[in-house]
């Protein structure tokens, strides 16, 4: 919500994050003392990581509490395959990727 009043009518926020299944998440799902919750995991220098699904964002942004949100312009998964030739390891990410617009009427969304 503070993101919202911050901004100007008009103003677009670009989000990314790590996405559902990414490789990440799936090494960390077999370790199971690094889960603090459903998709919530803490790495070995202790900062946490969160792993969000396309419908999570929208409802972080475009639904929160009895306010308008954001519009949602685009929000969708974005897949990369990265290869270590070196290693001969192949690495599936996933973000989710997403741009939102505060509305030009506050009663607008």
Not at 1 to 27: I, M, N, T
Not at 46 to 59: C, N, S
Request: proline letters at 3%; hydrophobic letters at 30%.
């Amino acid at each position: 919500q503070e993101d919202l009043r911050q901004l100007k009518p008009g103003a677009v926020l670009y989000f990314r994050d790590y996405g559902r299944y990414d490789l990440a998440q799936l090494r960390f799902a077999s370790k199971k003392v690094s889960k603090l919750g459903e998709n919530f995991y803490v790495r070995n220098d202790k900062t946490r990581a969160y792993y969000f699904t396309e419908d999570e964002i929208r409802d972080i942004f475009c639904h929160f509490s009895d306010e308008a949100g954001f519009e949602c312009i685009e929000c969708e998964n974005h897949y990369r395959v990265v290869e270590n030739r070196k290693d001969q390891k192949t690495m599936h990410r996933v973000w989710v990727q997403a741009k939102f617009r505060k509305p030009l009427n506050p009663k607008q969304a």
